[in-house]
Structures are given as structure tokens and as C-alpha cells.
């Protein structure tokens, strides 16, 4: 059951992290403020199986509609104004520390205490499923037009517009699509858990994001995914380190920087096509009659 809720939680966690290696890896806008769409998404599926017995499906895209609306009403006016670099990643912390402050203070979220007692419907194969849906959507997505233009936004935005890309666009449906991954997450964590409260999305949350982005690599959707996991379960097996298996877990995020500042992947991506190569390579390399 301990592994089974490990695992869980890093297919949780890949799906937050896919999501927003579309907007920051391929956009190339850093957002410190993730940690909020996922509790819209977790508050509005939570609230919807909790106080009104809505289906756990239904509450699910529920949530990924609140995030992806939430994102489209916040993301309109800032990036409208073109804000970039540290200016919008300081626009998404305040919107992360104000979705927070909304949620302690509202009567149906019963504030800083909290919603205990939630349906416990989010189990491994849900969420391992979920995140190969999430991870086929992005590659489709970034395979498309949108994803060449997103790719030229990031290289030079300037350049990307002159050519006719609509810079507000392209980064607008990059946002959507990252929140609504945000608030899936969100919603499965919040029906596994069975208990969520405010302080479960603060920038600490928002940050893991951010560094299992960077770490894995930005221009890959794999590599985040690669990250989040070992993110998520290299603390679990360094618990018998006590409280030296933080020290090394901040001691790995390092040297990921200083020995891959592109990161895990760079800017490749993993693909079965990668692993028939692999495949064909090894059989090449044994000797024949040997199995």
C-alpha cells in the first residue's frame, strides 16, 4: 500500500509538471504560481463529490474547467501587457498567494481547517492512466502548428510575431492547457489524499513544479516527467536518512544544475521509436547464439 500511494503521488505529480513544461519549456514563461490552479481544480472536484454527490469523472473535468478559466481570466490582462522574465513569474506568486488567501477565508472551503472526509476514488492505475493521457495531449499538441509557433515564441518573440504568430494566442492556449493539467492534478490529489486545506498549495508546491521542469530539461516533456518522479520518490527512499535525506535531496537538485544546467533530457524526448533503437543496438552487440 506504501509504494501504491508513492507512486500514486509521482503520477500526480507528472501531470502538474507536463503540464507546466508546456508553458514554461516550449512558451518559455516561468510561472511560480501553479500551486493554485491545482487547488482550484482540487476545491471544485472536491466540493462538487463532497456537499452535491457529482460523479468523480464529472467533478474531475469540473476542475480542469475552473483552473483552465481561472488561468484564461488571470493570464488575459498579464500577458496582454506582455510582461516576461521575473516580472510574470512575480504576477504568478501573487495570484498563487491571493487564490490562497480566498480559499481560508470562504465558507465552503470551511477556510484554514479544511475538507476532510473526501471519496477516496484516485487509485494507482487512475492515475497512471491519467498521466498518459496528459503526456499523449501534450506531444500531440506540441507536434502541431501550435507547438512549432510556441517553440518560435520562446526562441525570439519578436522574430515569432513579425512572421504573423499571434504572441497572445499562442501563449493564452499554452497557460489553458497548463492550468487545466494543474487542476486534474489537483482534483486526483485531493480524491486520494481524502483530505485537503489551503496550506497544501503554497509556493513550496509551485517550486517542486518548477524545479522538476528545469531539472528534467525545458525543451522535453519526458525529461519533467523523468524528474517529477524521482523528485517524488527519492525523498521516500532516503527517509531512513532522517532529516539529512532533505540535505541530500537539495545536494541532487545541485548537481542536476551543475552538471546538466540543460537537464536530465535537454531538449530531447523519449519515444518508442528511442527504445527500438535501443533494442536493435543491443542485438546487434550480442553474440550470436547467445540469448
Known sequence: MYIQGVLTVAMINIISATGLAVFT?????????????MAVGAYTSAILTYFLGVPYVLALVAGVLASSVVAALVGYPTLRTRLRGDYFAIATIGMGEATRVILENLKITQGARGLPG???????????????IVLALARNMLASVYGRNAVAVREDAVAAEMSGIHLLRTRMISLVFSAGCAGLAGGLYAHYLAFIQPVMFTMVQSTQITAAVVCGGTGSLTGPALAAFVFTVAPELL?????????????MLVLIMVFRPQGLMGYRDLSWSTFSTLAARIRRRTPHGKR
Open 25 to 37: 519549456g516550449f512558451t518559455g514563461l516561468f510561472s511560480l504560481g501553479h500551486a493554485a490552479f
Open 118 to 132: 473526501i471519496s477516496q476514488y484516485t487509485t494507482l492505475p487512475v492515475a497512471a492512466v491519467a498521466a498518459a
Open 239 to 251: 527517509r531512513a536518512a532522517h532529516m539529512w535525506r532533505l540535505v541530500i535531496y537539495g545536494l
